[in-house]
């Protein structure tokens, strides 16, 4: 069973950002398979490498938006992005320097981060955009 599923409750309206999002929910469920089934290091490091990837372009898209439209709170929602993503980093690192292990808690926090954050964030800044053309 996938750890996210993908609802019409996530739709923002914004094509772009509703289709990396739901790519975002996919590797997320594939990270957690990978956990799931005690995968080594041949497939999670790959997987996360991947989806660190997909983060960053992700979030370049939005902060992109952001600044093309003036949005006010661009500051306060960078600040959310680069956090998660120093988070990532450093999980990743640690997983590739064998001080760290993977357990179903990183990608239920990645899970929980991403559905929070589009709940909360990416709705009321796309909410923003829309009414400020
Ligand atoms: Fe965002």
Do not use: C
């Amino acid at each position: 069973m996938p750890l996210i599923a993908w609802d019409k409750k996530f739709v923002t309206n914004n094509l772009d950002v509703d289709r990396q999002h739901q790519e975002l929910f996919v590797m997320v469920n594939t990270l957690h398979d990978a956990i799931t089934a005690r995968h080594g290091k041949d497939v999670l490091v790959p997987t996360l490498d991947k989806l660190a990837t997909y983060v960053v372009k992700h979030f370049k898209t939005e902060e992109v938006l952001m600044q093309a439209k003036r949005y006010p709170k661009y500051a306060e929602h960078k600040t959310k992005h680069d956090e998660l993503t120093r988070q990532a980093v450093e999980i990743i690192n640690g997983y590739k320097s064998g001080q760290l292990v993977l357990t179903l808690t990183l990608s239920r926090f990645l899970g929980d981060w991403l559905s929070t954050h589009i709940l909360g964030d990416d709705l009321a800044m796309i909410a923003w955009i829309k009414e400020h053309p």
